[in-house]
Nanobody, 115 residues
Framework: VQLQASGGGQVVPGGSLRLSCAAS????????MAWYRQAPGGRRALVAR???????YYARSVRERFTISRDTNRNTLYLQMNALKPEDTAVYFC??????????WGQGTLVTVSS
């Protein structure tokens, strides 16, 4: 599975961005897809996950601000990020798990929230 993330950039606090992750496989066959992020000097951490049944999970720090979704026709995962804060600054990685729970990672896209 190859994953291509895009949509990062620089935005002022309170702004919005939408990340995309194009997959090389039929995403409806995946066990789950997710977004992780890694801030400078920090560990990679889960931001949001969507299961094969479209159930979602969000890290507490992004609930009610971020929305994860997928388009099974386009085989693309999205992360809509609203009300961005400086602490959201990180490299965001797309993740996918196959039915046997093998993980795959995209290359990361940088999000910078700064005035």
């Amino acid at each position: 599975v190859q994953l291509q993330a895009s949509g990062g950039g620089q935005v002022v606090p309170g702004g919005s961005l939408r990340l995309s992750c194009a997959a090389s496989t039929t995403i409806s066959t995946l066990s789950s897809m997710a977004w992780y992020r890694q801030a400078p000097g920090g560990r990679r951490a889960l931001v949001a996950r969507i299961g094969s049944d479209a159930s979602t999970y969000y890290a507490r720090s992004v609930r009610e601000r971020f929305t994860i979704s997928r388009d099974t026709n386009r085989n693309t995962l999205y992360l809509q990020m609203n009300a961005l804060k400086p602490e959201d600054t990180a490299v965001y990685f797309c993740n996918a798990e196959t039915s046997d729970l093998t993980p795959f990672w995209g290359q990361g896209t940088l999000v910078t929230v700064s005035s």
